[in-house]
């Protein structure tokens, strides 16, 4: 089993065309930490100029595939799919068997796919390409609906914003929810997402866009009341099933956890702004009391709102 040093060494894999998105949230997560906690080095198979999935941009990278021989965390960004080099799959391989662990930010997932390290493992992609790494690699239980899947020594994520949301709960698993939290704010983005979170799913134009807009913007209008699901298809004006598939096809929620979402997204709004109790921000939102509000926050962020609050505000 790898020995991770006192700092820990991370290896960001440009498979190319890399998805310049996906490689600098890494690189920004992690080599601009500031603590000395990582050490960030970017790769790709043979060193040199790396194209990316973006026209006109490129990159220079100086470090080859020797940098995973001794990195505590490897960490493959998206490429246009297709074969991954022969060699990257082999280090993979043996940064894994080394105890090195890996996680992959969207298309990412492919090769990690091809170097066997998903099977017999739940994993994630964007929802995009799911289906087609579903039937690429039948070995792998493909969950296109989760922002990130950890499935201990190997993780996935979907794609763009989801690898942030992934490479910010590293941080919160490597050194504590509180560092997490003061990463995200100094990055000025909000705490990382759940990672069982849905992916966004994108809805077809139909007659029921003005029935949906009002029952999301009576919702988010009257957080503060008690409001049921009953209450939202009444202003929708549809069956309550009918709502249930609607909030399905449209959120990738049920709407009770759609509600909840918007009640917790409103209660970090008024955490960050406003200097009220947090007996006030429950009752604002709707989440009744501080320990109603404290058990949602932590099942949802893995964090108190007293430690949200104080992470982000100056």
Known sequence: MHKQSATHRVAVLALPPVVAFDLTIAT??????GQGRYATTVCSPDGGAVPTTTAGLGLTVDATIDALTDADTVIVPGFRRGPAPAQALDALRDAYRRGARIASICTGAFALAQSGLLDGRRATTHWMHAEALAREHPEVTVDANALYVDEGQVLTSAGLAAGL???????GRDHGQHVAIERARLM??????AGGQAQF????????DVEMAAVT???TANLHLPIT????????????RTLHRNFRHRFGLSPQAWLTEQRLRAACGLLESDDITIDEVARRTGLGTATNLRAHFRRAFATTPTAYRRA???
Not at 165 to 171: A, F, K
Not at 201 to 208: E, L
């Open 217 to 219: 913007g009576w919702a």
């Open 28 to 33: 920004h997560v992690f080599g601009h930490e």
């Open 165 to 171: 949301d992934l490479c910010l709960y590293l941080v």
């Open 229 to 240: 699901v009953a209450d939202l298809a009444r202003q929708g004006l549809q069956s309550t």
């Open 188 to 193: 000025v983005t909000p705490l990382h997402r």
């Open 201 to 208: 799913v994108p809805a077809h134009t139909s007659g029921d």
């Open 312 to 314: 982000f505000t100056p």
